[in-house]
């Protein structure tokens, strides 16, 4: 018991003495800001942090979205495997199915938690989304100021597993999540992001949509021999992957097909899409500023996929490797940019060059990826530079030649489903004389759902088509003054 006598501070004494307390700290605070380096208070507050930190039982871990130049395998992976955890304890989760799409997937919400289990050993995740500030040069004059998304996963645990999440559960994550994408997987397209986001952000990216191009191998009109030339080089590479890095090569492929149009260059690749369950990505050179640009986009393009540049000889200018010359004297005459290619277009100069192109697909930067089939397309390979041609660049040349009469069968079986009828030895014959895209015959077999009349009116075309063959070899035939006084 107290004595009787203990003066003991009256409730009106303690809330004064409270008061002015919680004055004087706001005093000593308003100093402190005002006074002390933003830096240095960060650096105390940190120290504070840490100390009675130093006294929990739990580690967290930061699991970035990406890593450096390239995305980070351990966040994708842990985005899908989570995608799988949602329980009915979950509040919020994240559910979509994109156009052309056949299957609903879910994945974490923002700023969201869930828990998972591991051998008895439990953990939990949280997806961070948070809005930074960057300011990026445009191609129009000053800065553009605009709010970017960053993501990343916490990942909370005791600290007497921090062996077993590196050795085990990390490897189990990606081993499920890599199960799951393939069971999942449909095959996409990707291409890039609008030129009015790249014009604003500065940012390259792939945009992806279902590809459902029905093209194979079955279906494709071309002779049986080169198909099987080319499935024979498709199988030996996918299952090389020892032997290129044993000979110290990237494992890649290139292919180079020429031909003129119509000819089922496109329908090629998607049947090569198809038959190795291969993303595509579609590459328009004319829309890379630098090559500084093109490797970023090399390096963020998946494994086991095919990146197609159709149309390579109008892309760039690259069969001149003076170009970067005649931009300089184009500079010291006008003062205008540099031009190392000739491609301008609206608000943008285009500073992709050869050299640039060919370390994209055969230098150093070429090996930061596995199993990938790199496809040109052109319809004039003579316009080509020699470089870009050569075995590790382009290992397989294929020419898309016109429509022949192994063709023509596939063609017609394709369209009416018949294998052989009275008119093919007479068309036979005409493809034989004449020269006709599989896609012209394609589009005469379209014409009449009838075979008889469908067979008639191709064979009425190749008839005209051999005609305006023979005129034309007949006037180049011609002396150059009997065709003059032809044309008068």
Known sequence: MLPENANLPSAKTIVSTAASLAASAMVIRSIARDLIPYEFQQYVYLSIHSFFKSFSSEITLIIEESSGLSSNQIYKAAEIYLGTKISPNTNKFMVSMPRMESKI???????????????????????????????????????????????????????????????????????????????????????????????????????????DHPATFDTLAMDDELKKMI??????????????????KAWKRGYLLYGPPGTGKSSLIAAMANYLN???????????????????????????????????????????????????KMLKSSQSQIQTVNIVRKD???????????????????????????????????????????????DVHIYMTYCTPTAFKTLAANYHGITDHMLFPEIGRLLEETMVTPAEVGEQLLRNENVEVALGGLIQFLLEKKKETDEQKAKEMLPKQQQEENDE
Not at 107 to 134: C, L, Y
Request: proline letters at 1%.
């Open 278 to 328: 291969f993303d595509v990505y579609d590459l328009e050179l004319t829309d890379i500023n630098t090559n500084s640009d093109l490797r970023k986009l090399l390096i963020n393009t998946a494994n086991r996929s095919i990146l197609v540049v159709e149309d390579i000889d109008c892309s760039l200018e690259i069969d001149d490797r003076k170009a970067e010359e005649r931009a300089l």
């Open 105 to 211: 997937s879910t994945s974490m919400a923002k700023n969201q938690d869930i828990m998972d289990e591991f051998k008895g050993v439990s953990f939990k995740w949280r997806q961070i989304t948070r809005q930074v500030e960057s300011t990026r040069s445009t191609s129009y004059p000053g800065q553009f100021v605009h709010q970017q998304e960053v993501r990343y996963f916490e990942l909370r645990f005791h600290k007497k597993h921090k062996r077993m999440v590196f050795e085990s559960y990390f490897p189990y994550v990606l081993k499920e999540s890599e199960t799951m994408k393939q069971e999942k997987k449909t095959l996409k397209i990707y291409t890039l992001n609008s030129e009015q986001f790249r014009r604003y952000s500065g940012d390259y990216s792939w945009n992806s949509i279902k590809l």
């Open 231 to 248: 499935l024979d080089d498709l199988d030996m590479f996918v299952r090389r992957r020892d032997f290129y890095r044993k000979v110290g």
């Open 348 to 394: 943008k100069v285009n500073q992709v060059t050869l050299s640039g192109l060919l370390n994209f697909i055969d230098g150093l930067w070429s090996s930061c990826g596995d199993e990938r089939i790199i496809v040109f397309t052109t319809n004039h390979k003579d316009r080509l530079d020699l470089a870009l041609l050569r075995p590790g660049r382009m």
